[in-house]
């Protein structure tokens, strides 16, 4: 796989962190935020994949419908939502 170096800025503290992890880890700083990207791409797309989950959609659309017709009291729902479960 080729590779292309990039330069970025980052504050002194940040590096100093980056490099004391880096160290830890027993990688180079590279090696390091290659890695850390990489869990932050696949970490973000795990997060999209969910809110694209036909079930998800599905709970969204009866938690909007459940709100419009019943708008609240303005009482802790996850109390009730509790006790609802305790009670079944």
Do not use: K, N
Request: aromatic share 6%; glycine share 2%; hydrophobic share 35%.
């Amino acid at each position: 796989m080729a590779t292309t170096r990039v330069m970025i800025s980052l504050p002194q503290e940040f590096l100093a962190e980056i490099d004391r992890v880096a160290e830890e880890e027993r990688c180079s700083r590279s090696e390091f935020l290659r890695e850390a990207a990489r869990f932050y791409i696949q970490a973000r797309q795990t997060q999209q994949r969910r809110i694209d989950d036909p079930c998800v959609q599905r709970a969204v659309e009866v938690m909007d419908r459940i709100a419009h017709r019943s708008p609240g009291t303005g009482e802790d729902s996850t109390e009730f939502i509790c006790r609802w479960r305790l009670s079944r």
